[in-house]
């Protein structure tokens, strides 16, 4: 047979045998039946070439190593791409930097919230929370804040709008009596007050309120208060006393000193107007009281067999004295290179 042919056929037939080996075991097959070293069938042409005359040979050679190479490098490729798992494609590559985890935080108001939640938990105080649409009746009225009181001026409060039925009619909101954004957390005095017995009560609750204020550095329209309420065979004003003045300095560390000064609230009294010592200042941390016997009279109990203290304050001013921070809108602004920093 001419080699060259011969050469051309072998080649033909390895390479077609390499294409349709699939894994690397039929490829290791094809490499011993064409290229083995002891009986592959390139060494049986290995033999011709020592056949060939003298002029053939230059050409009989290099097509041999050219035949050669091409079936190696063919049987190579097809090796290498057989040996690459079916998964590689979706496999997960570990040597590449993982994807960073955003690590959230709490709000600065929330983070106050929960701290009070904690001093006054440990205080003995049950943390309870009341609802933010109110009616008047646990906003104003149950609170000694008769009807004509300014602090229910439609235009310091949030009413809602009545809503209507499709005929006209009015459609009335729970109670039947006009509901708004609570104004003051003590909504939650008389909510609590009226579904326990005097037992004794005592609670806090801290949330949002809302007034129609005009916005700058230190208002808002909606707030958040503390509430505290405890009522007792015995509880006095030295009790309400002693309980703020643990708080302020459970809060703000060292001997706190808290002052009281006459006031007035509808549903206190005597009422005062409570002042916490912080770096030789004064500050005004809110409102405080014995409870209003009308209070206790309104929710059922009996102003003869027990007292009680409350008190509202405000949370905004706590966390802006801890932090250094002078506008309470940076509250509000959502701006996350004001948050990030607490
Ligand atoms: N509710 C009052 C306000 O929003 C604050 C307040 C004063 C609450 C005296 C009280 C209190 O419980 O006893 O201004």
Request: proline share 14%; glycine share 2%.
């Given at each position: 047979m001419d080699p060259l042919a011969a050469l051309a056929e072998f080649e033909q037939a390895a390479l077609a045998a390499i294409a349709a080996a699939t894994n690397a075991p039929a490829l290791e097959q094809v490499r011993i039946e064409?290229?083995?070293?002891?009986?592959g069938r390139l060494k049986d042409l290995q033999s011709l070439l020592g056949k060939a005359t003298p002029e053939q040979r230059p050409v009989l050679g290099k097509r041999f190593n050219d035949v050669k190479e091409a079936v190696t490098a063919a049987l190579e490729a097809k090796l290498t791409s057989v040996a690459k798992p079916a998964v590689a494609a979706t496999?997960?590559?570990?040597?590449l930097p993982g994807t960073p985890i955003e690590l959230g935080r709490l709000h600065p108001i929330t983070q106050t919230v929960r701290e009070f939640q904690g001093i006054m938990a440990r205080f003995g105080f049950e943390v309870v929370d009341g609802p933010e649409l109110e009616d008047e009746w646990h906003n104003f009225d149950g609170l000694n804040?008769?009807?004509?009181?300014?602090?229910?001026d439609p235009l310091d409060n949030f009413y809602l709008a009545a809503a209507c039925t499709a005929t006209g009619e009015p459609m009335l909101l729970r109670s039947q009596t006009s509901m708004l954004?609570?104004?003051?957390?003590?909504?939650v005095q008389i909510r609590v007050m009226e579904q326990r017995?005097?037992?004794p009560v005592r609670i806090i609750s801290v949330g949002r309120v809302y007034r129609p204020d005009d916005i700058d550095a230190t208002h808002h329209v909606m707030f958040h208060q503390l509430e505290g309420l405890m009522i007792g065979p015995d509880v006095t004003m030295a009790s309400l006393k002693s309980v703020l003045r643990m708080f302020a300095a459970a809060y703000l560390g060292g001997d706190s000193e808290v002052r009281f000064r006459p006031s007035f609230f509808?549903?206190?009294?005597?009422s005062v107007e409570v002042d916490v010592r912080w770096k030789d200042r004064w500050l005004e941390l809110g409102g405080a009281g014995m409870v209003d016997p009308n209070v206790l009279t309104a929710v059922g109990y009996d102003p003869e067999q027990v007292t009680g203290f409350a008190f509202g304050l405000g949370i905004a001013r706590f966390c802006m004295l801890r932090h250094g921070i002078?506008?309470?809108r940076l509250f509000y602004q959502n701006d996350v290179r004001f948050l990030r920093q607490f």
């Open positions: 064409f290229l083995g070293k002891k009986q496999a997960i590559d570990l040597t804040i008769p009807l004509e009181h300014p602090a229910r954004l609570r104004s003051q957390t003590s909504n017995k005097p037992a509808p549903f206190t009294e005597p002078d506008d309470i």
